[in-house]
């Protein structure tokens, strides 16, 4: 180890080294020679450790030893020394060799891959399949072989370099829950909508209580001089509700206690007032089931403490008459209907026996085996709740057994059946199962039913005496015009390099189907179509997204477009609206536009 010449870092035998050595110095000699050959010219140094190959000593020992750990601009082929060294005739000559032998390796791999690939054909193949007309891809002198690949086309068979992109989408499904927060993210600055002006903002108000819409120009270049999209902003974020309470915040209602206490209720010990609110809210209910009737007003929402309804008008989600989705109920609310004689359905419910009955049909595939599956399932659940109830009526009565008593006393079979379908009943309560669709005539039952009952106001509570919050995007008899907080925040965010600009526009409140789709609609020629949006759903209604009825055909919704015109919606979001809903019991939760096409996440 004291001699450093003779150390070797992979712990060689000394035999071995004296090997290695000899070997290094017979190749210097080598090299030296062929550089005495050669003609004069500029000094090319290898890489690899070694001597200078344009050297004239002919003692091999005076020669300089190559630095191992010299980098790449030290040597000949370095950017920098490649511009200043000369190119002498034998190397010029060495090169077109190398291309020589190169161009001959590429042919014969080239006329051997061909032969290969007509080979297969021929063998495999019973249609007369050719190579493609274009020679290009055989031709020696553009051959890559990581960048180009070889194309067999049939006759039916479609050019694959010529595929056409991933269909477009430019729509996404209506979503009919509310929403409590969007959050918008794009890389263009959301600069346009904020600090308006106060013509843009009365603007904007007319135009809403108008039911106008200006159109928005197909590319804009400066979003914030343009005074159509800032106005159009501002009256996206308009909505109407009854009551109105300025130190309250009366949505979301389910599950909102919390808000409300500690906050001023002076309805709440005095039954006069609670009378006197009752009874208003009364008229605005029916103003907005005439508006709704006569399809001035498209939908309305109901949001009391217990369950969320909306109505909606003829002809929205595919529907022919007015449809009416409460969710979620219990079984006293079922049975009250019903005793109200209020007609209505269970879809989610109707939907799984559905789905068990075409299932029993099939007989060929995986469906066949998942539905069995399934269905083997639920009927082992059932006995297994069957036997379990046997038992505990076998428990109850094993006692009078034992006194020798279980003759005289009759076993109450009609009273378990009874109590074993209200726990069938009871299990769908709370649940997004128990959805109930009320249609046609029966709605307006349905609203009689809500003015006289006692249970849709809270008798206890912090919203004691409160009566339901109703939204609509019309304006009705009682309301109040109320606008969704908007904050544009410009933030940076951590990247691979560094950190990038991104700019973000926040919307609070009850946002319904058409502000989502408005505000969409302005985003797309605001943003350069590209934007993200994170949609924070009020979860009790997420179910309403359930479809209702069949698909209507094109003339009907073509007659819908008509009828629905003096809505106060937009003629494309009315179409949107229209059609049947597609989410089922979930809904939106981000929703992305890349390229002026849609994705979405439920």
Avoid at 354 to 378: Q, V
Avoid at 587 to 592: E, K, Q, V
Wanted: net charge neutral; charged share 25%; hydrophobic share 30%.
């Amino acid at each position: 180890m004291s001699d450093h010449s003779c150390y070797s870092p992979s712990f060689k035998k000394p035999c071995d080294v004296l090997r290695m050595r000899r070997k290094r110095s017979a190749a210097v000699i080598r090299g030296a020679a062929a550089a005495s050959r050669g003609s004069d010219g500029a000094e090319i140094r290898p890489f690899a450790p070694g001597p200078r190959l344009n050297t004239h000593s002919p003692a091999a020992g005076g020669l300089k030893r190559r630095n191992p750990f010299a980098n790449i601009e030290n040597t000949y082929n370095s950017p920098k020394k490649r511009n200043c060294s000369g190119n002498t005739a034998e190397s010029k000559q060495l090169f077109s060799a190398l291309c020589e032998e190169e161009k001959q390796r590429n042919a014969n791999s080239l006329a051997a891959l061909r032969e290969n690939c007509l080979q297969t054909v021929r063998t495999k193949s019973e249609e007369p399949v050719c190579f493609s007309e274009d020679q290009s891809l055989f031709d020696e002198d553009v051959f890559e072989s990581e960048k180009e690949t070889l194309v067999l086309k049939s006759p039916g068979a479609p050019d694959l370099r010529s595929e056409s992109h991933a269909e477009v989408c430019r729509e996404y499904p209506a979503d009919w829950s509310l929403k409590t927060r969007v959050l918008v993210t794009s890389p263009q600055s959301f600069s346009w909508a904020e600090h308006l002006k106060a013509q843009e903002e009365a603007q904007g108000l007319s135009l809403h209580c108008r039911a106008e819409y200006t159109p928005l120009p197909h590319s804009i270049q400066d979003p914030r001089s343009c005074a159509e999209l800032r106005c159009g902003f501002q009256q996206c974020l308009q909505y109407w509700q009854h009551p109105s309470l300025p130190w309250l915040s009366l949505f979301p209602r389910i599950g909102a206690n919390r808000s409300f206490s500690g906050k001023s209720t002076p309805w709440a010990q005095d039954t006069a007032l609670q009378q006197c609110m009752m009874s208003e809210w009364s008229v605005s209910l029916t103003s907005l089931y005439s508006l709704l009737k006569a399809r001035l007003c498209p939908y309305f929402y109901l949001c009391s403490y217990q369950f969320t309804v909306l109505f909606r008008a003829a002809g929205l989600s595919g529907a022919k008459g007015i449809t009416a989705l409460l969710s979620p109920t219990t079984r006293g609310l079922r049975e009250a209907m019903k005793a109200e004689g209020i007609e209505f359905s269970l879809p989610l419910l109707e939907e799984r026996r559905k789905s068990k009955e075409n299932g029993s049909a099939l007989t060929e595939g995986d469906e066949h085996c998942s539905t069995l599956t399934s269905e083997f399932s639920d009927k082992e659940e059932e006995q297994e709740e069957e036997e379990e109830e046997e038992d505990d009526d076998d428990e109850c009565f094993s006692w009078l057994k034992e006194m020798g008593v279980q003759d005289k006393i009759k076993k109450p079979d009609a009273i378990s059946i009874k109590l074993r379908k209200e726990h069938n009943e009871v299990r769908l309560d709370h649940r997004p199962e128990s959805v109930v669709l009320v249609e046609g005539s029966n709605s307006f039952t349905l609203i009689n039913f809500l003015i006289n009952c006692k249970s849709l106001v809270a008798a206890a509570g912090p919203q004691a005496g409160l009566p339901p919050t109703l939204l609509a995007p019309t304006a009705f008899r009682g309301a109040t015009l109320h606008t969704l907080k908007a904050r544009s925040i410009n933030v940076k965010t951590q990247v691979r390099t560094g950190y990038q600009d991104v700019c973000s526009l926040e919307v609070t409140g009850p946002v319904m189907p058409h502000a989502l789709h408005t505000l969409t609609q302005l985003l797309r020629p605001a943003q350069k179509g590209g934007f993200s949006m994170a949609l924070y759903t009020h979860e009790p209604s997420a179910v309403l997204n359930v479809p209702v009825t069949r698909p209507t055909e094109p003339d009907q919704q073509s007659n819908v477009l008509e009828e629905l015109s003096r809505c106060g919606l937009q003629k494309n979001t009315v179409q949107q609206l229209s059609e049947q809903a597609t989410l089922g019991k979930s809904a939106l939760r981000h929703l992305d536009m890349r390229d002026y096409s849609y994705s979405w996440r439920s």
